[in-house]
């Protein structure tokens, strides 16, 4: 699978930070449920400005692409949040975020800040697994009675579970970089060896029963 440079760019700014790690013997659990030999915590992005800038831009460059019509950038709580809101700043955009469920008290709003019924809003999600967070957080768009017209994340593990939920849910999503690009970048750069790379293809081949 080929890559662009923007999505290298990115995986070479993750990997510099430390932001991707491996464990194979020890597999993380995702969000999901899902065993991983790889975790990448985009969070870490927020503690260096010039990564935070770069994401931020290329962002910005794929609203006015595929939704130069937005009119609310919506962050996925937690980690898509930050990102949503420098994405909204640099275009003037209204900025709201949205939980993963309702409030248990006060105002009992998924939906923080404003998203009016008909708007047109981009969510914004730090990284795609299997999609659920992101496209739960589209679906409270579309229960508020506006559209969702995409969703945009700085990394995707390119699942095929996620692929057909995203297809399923009729929703584009665009992402700055991605699993193909990053084990690539990192194995050029000597960051993970041939044996490391045996262990991804392995998992990435059946990443449910993986670990199991
Ligand atoms: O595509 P998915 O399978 O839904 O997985 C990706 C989600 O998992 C992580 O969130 P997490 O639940 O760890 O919460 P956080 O954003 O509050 O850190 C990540 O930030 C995404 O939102
Ligand atoms: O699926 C997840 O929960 C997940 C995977 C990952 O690599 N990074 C992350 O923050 N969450």
């Given at each position: 699978m080929t890559t662009t440079n923007l999505e290298?760019?990115?995986?070479q700014h993750?990997?510099?930070?430390?932001?991707?790690?491996?464990?194979?013997?020890?597999?993380?659990?995702?969000t999901s449920g899902m065993k991983s030999p790889i975790y990448c915590d985009n969070r870490l992005t927020m503690s260096y400005p010039e990564i935070r800038d770069a994401i931020?831009?290329?962002f910005a460059s794929l609203v006015k692409q595929y939704a130069p019509d937005a009119e609310v950038?919506?962050?996925?709580?937690?980690a898509g949040i930050p990102h949503a809101a420098w994405v909204a700043d640099?275009?003037?955009?209204?900025?709201?975020?949205i939980r993963d469920k309702a409030k248990g008290h006060g105002k009992q709003n998924q939906i923080e800040g404003i998203i009016r019924p008909g708007q047109k809003v981009v969510v914004i999600e730090d990284?795609?697994?299997?999609?659920?967070?992101?496209?739960?957080?589209?679906?409270?768009?579309?229960e508020a009675g506006a559209e969702p017209l995409a969703v945009l994340?700085?990394?995707?593990?390119?699942?095929?579970?996620?692929?057909?939920?995203?297809?399923?849910?009729?929703?584009?999503l665009r992402t700055l970089s991605n699993y193909t690009a990053l084990t690539q970048t990192a194995l050029d750069h000597g960051v993970i060896q041939a044996e490391d790379m045996d262990v991804l293809q392995a998992w990435r081949h059946d990443p449910t029963t993986w670990g199991n």
């Open positions: 290298r760019t990115i995986a993750l990997l510099n930070i430390q932001a991707v790690a491996l464990r194979p013997n020890e597999p993380f659990t995702w931020a831009e290329g950038i919506a962050g996925t709580a937690t640099k275009l003037g955009l209204p900025m709201a975020y990284l795609i697994s299997t999609g659920g967070s992101s496209l739960k957080a589209a679906l409270a768009v579309k994340a700085i990394f995707s593990y390119q699942l095929e579970k996620a692929t057909s939920a995203f297809e399923e849910a009729g929703i584009p």
